[in-house]
């Protein structure tokens, strides 16, 4: 895709992505994911230590025996 825009003054400036951010072709790294979770989820009313044992549960997802153990961290 590629998105140009055009200043008042007349000059245009263009940016070219052949496979956006999060797409299989570049996937995403951990930092990013941990940046936004961090952003969203208390908006859900989680308290800080809710959301960081929840993204560690998530880092770990692997090796969790069942998914309650995220779930009752997200519940409120």
């Known amino acids: 895709a590629t998105v140009t825009i055009q200043t008042k003054d007349g000059r245009t ?8 951010k999060g797409s299989g072709a570049l996937g995403i790294d951990w930092a990013d994911v941990d940046a ?15 959301v960081e044992g929840s ?17 009752d961290l997200l519940h409120n």
Do not use: W
Request: hydrophobic share 40%; glycine share 2%; proline share 5%.
């Open 36 to 50: 936004k979770y961090r952003s969203l989820v208390p908006r859900a009313q989680v308290s800080d230590q809710r």
């Open 13 to 20: 400036f263009s940016s070219t992505v052949f496979a956006p």
């Open 55 to 71: 993204l560690q549960v998530i880092h770990e997802f692997g090796n969790v025996k069942h998914v309650s153990e995220l779930i």
